[in-house]
């Protein structure tokens, strides 16, 4: 039986997270190439998470929370294919990045996500975060940010 087990990644762990971003979003390979480098070259206080398949090593989700300009409040990914988010894999990275704000003492989280990724925002409506707004940014599909209080 495969099991998942969570660690901290390491640079040679981004190309496997890039492929996870695109088995998530296939259709925004340009989208998801600048979303890593994002993520690659964030400074901030940071905690994230590869979740892998032992005993094969197979990265198959990447989870992450990123504070942002206002102190205590941070951004929050969870990257897998979508038939993954509903399962344990989901869950697993969900509660530790519920774990890591709570260490953090953060008072807030977020997400921003594509308004057309249905399995992402239901994942995420389901643990608590509400809509707060709709934008379109230029030449890109509409996003949803979602908001929950914490702390």
């Not at 969570?6 to 492929?19: E, G, M, Q, T």
């Not at 942002?68 to 993954?84: H, I, K, L, Q, S």
């Amino acid at each position: 039986m495969t099991e998942i087990k969570l660690r901290v990644p390491n640079d040679n762990d981004w190309p496997a997270i890039l492929s996870v971003a695109n088995a998530a979003l296939p259709w925004d390979a340009a989208g998801n190439q600048e979303w890593l480098e994002n993520r690659q070259q964030f400074k901030g206080r940071r905690r994230h998470h590869v979740a892998e398949e032992t005993p094969t090593g197979r990265g198959v989700g990447y989870g992450a929370v990123e504070e942002g300009p206002e102190p205590g409040y941070f951004r929050v990914f969870v990257v897998m294919a979508p038939e993954r988010l509903q399962s344990e894999t989901g869950v697993l990275i969900y509660e530790r990045l519920v774990a890591d704000l709570e260490r953090l003492e953060a008072r807030g989280a977020w997400v921003r996500e594509y308004a057309s990724d249905a399995p992402v925002l239901a994942f995420f409506g389901e643990h608590g975060f509400a809509e707060r707004s709709r934008f379109t940014p230029p030449g890109h599909r509409e996003m949803v940010v979602l908001v929950k209080p914490w702390g």
